[in-house]
């Protein structure tokens, strides 16, 4: 299981995720942007039949962010694989951060 003090060697990237990923108007630097953020929030996916995780973070320019990602083992070692990116609406960040007052 991911953790913070688990070493993540990059975000792994091919046709397969890419344009999925990018169809939401949210940008590969973006991602990996958000992705690495100190203040990511990451939580468990329990209904994925792989074991995914969840997050919410927020963009160099302050939008919200959803991310559900997997991590793969390669020779290089373990990577972020995105499997669905876009920005929160706004019903959504007003729950997250309700939620985060609580």
């Not at 999925?20 to 949210?26: A, D, I, L, S």
């Not at 929030?41 to 973070?57: C, Q, S």
């Not at 320019?61 to 995105?82: C, H, K, M, N």
């Amino acid at each position: 299981m991911y953790s913070s003090r688990t070493r993540i060697e990059g975000v792994q990237w091919d046709d397969g995720n890419r344009e999925k990923c990018q169809k939401h108007g949210v940008s590969l630097a973006e991602i990996e942007a958000v992705l690495a953020s100190e203040s990511l929030m990451i939580f468990p996916d329990p209904n994925a039949h792989e074991e995914r995780l969840r997050g919410v973070g927020r963009s160099a320019d302050s939008r919200y962010v959803f991310i559900v990602w997997t991590l793969r083992e390669q020779a290089e070692g373990l990577f972020i694989r995105p499997i669905s990116v876009r920005y929160m609406h706004q019903k959504e960040i007003e729950h997250y951060e309700r939620s985060q007052k609580s």
